[in-house]
């Protein structure tokens, strides 16, 4: 320390130090206790040596005047405690008794740890030189004591950086940074480069989350977009809506439980579960499934894919109302630059036909809907201990048997050809990217949120149009895929939810 920290130590050292005066003889205490007040500090006393041991572990004291000789608990035990005690042995004690000759019980004291001796006959001044010499040394000794301390926390924070696994304000650095000397410089210097390391990897990882859902949207999409216009070609051979609705999902419920059992996660149920299964069965496996096979009977399959896009409005609205997720200006501004790309893609096909055909059109616009109230019951109610293949294997399998004894009942059962043709090959063809869509939604949903997933509408629209072309022979303009590109846009900002998460920045600081 320079010269005037050690000006300052000194001066603190006398300014507002309390003492703890420690003598079973009243008459003693008294006369020390007014000696100590008369020099400018305050002032406590003990009658015993226990009730100083009690009074030092409950009070802040900056200095002892500790008797020696008292009954029970004497000055040496008190030395003792004092030495084994680590929040008390910085203390310094001055031992006043009358052993003016016994040398050697002097020297036990200051082996205990005593600082100093003064007799019961002392002068004021020289209890003042020897007080103020065991509080500067005490004063300087808590300043290193500090200053140490404040190292050891610096150092511990760059640990912490040095680990990758960090935010900044979770380093501590706040109150040494804001002291005037160098460690607070330093602390200061190192929080802002935290700070700034942290943002810039958030960043990053935002950029690739938001690629990577991006990505899933669009799988999501062009796997979906299948489904109408396969579901065409299934009704142009003969299918009915029931029975294939038992077909397909059948068969995606023998695809995904293969998979789970090949990877050793075939699920146990509680009850909690199976009722999640079950609605979730219901709702997906048997409304949205059989709304798609008579809507696609009725409806072209693009246009199908159009209806499709007002799930992304859906799902935002129900997930803003509930505050599952955030509605913010950005995610909006999205939603609606996403909704003029589809009616930019609605004007390529603005011959709506007759009003039989409206009616179906309005039947139609349940898919949206059942695709947004699924999206959010698998966003808060999904049971994230299940194997995702065996969660969409249970869910179909559960609403194949669902779906049976109607079908039976009504005589729609649809019995496949024992040998393998165009039907039976669509079927399973349309089992497996029945099953495949959904895991993908799954893995999105549980990534990116429900309203990002919502943004696979737009992929579907796109997908659903171009598969309409390629397996229907349905047009597509130049003006679509303009309108292909705004859609993009809008999903982009439409940016994934933010994931309560712990950042792992992969580098380090030697």
Known sequence: MDDQAVVQAAAGAVAGAKILVVDDNALSRKKIRMAVQNLGYEADVAENGAIALSMLRTEPYDALLLD???????????????????????????????????TESLVRAIELGAEDFLPKTFNPTILRARLEAGLTKKRFRDQEL??????????????????????????GLDDLAAHDDPIGHLASMFRGMAAEIYERELKLKKAIHTLQGSFLVLAVGVVWGLTPALSRMASGLGSNPLGLAIW??????????????????????????????????????????????????HVEASMLSLIVTLQGFMTFGFAAVTRMERASPRRMIGLLVGLVGVGMVLLTKSDLSSGGEGIWLVFAM?????????SLVLAGKRPEHIDIFASVGLMMGISAALLFPFAYWNGDLMPLGTQIGRLELLVVFMGIVGSSSLLLAFHLIATAGAVFYSQSAYAMTIAGVVWGMLLLNEELSVFAWVAFGVIIIGMYLVEPKSKNEELVIQRTFR
């Open 366 to 374: 349940l898919l949206p809907l059942l695709f947004a109230i699924e």
């Open 146 to 171: 500090e200053y140490f301390g404040r190292i050891k926390r610096l150092t511990a924070a760059a640990s912490v950086l040095e680990s990758g696994r960090f935010k900044p304000e979770s380093l």
């Open 248 to 297: 397909v999902n059948a068969i995606a419920a023998v695809f995904c439980f293969s998979i789970a059992a090949y990877r050793g996660k075939l699920p146990r149920l509680g009850r909690r579960e199976f009722l999640f299964f079950l609605s979730w069965a219901f709702l997906a496996g048997i409304l949205q499934r059989m709304t798609t096979f008579v809507a696609t009977e």
């Open 68 to 102: 020696i000789m008292m009954p029970e608990v004497d000055g040496f035990d008190v030395l003792g405690a004092l030495k084994d005690d680590d929040a008390l042995r910085h203390i310094p004690v001055i031992v006043i008794s009358a052993l003016d000759d016994e």
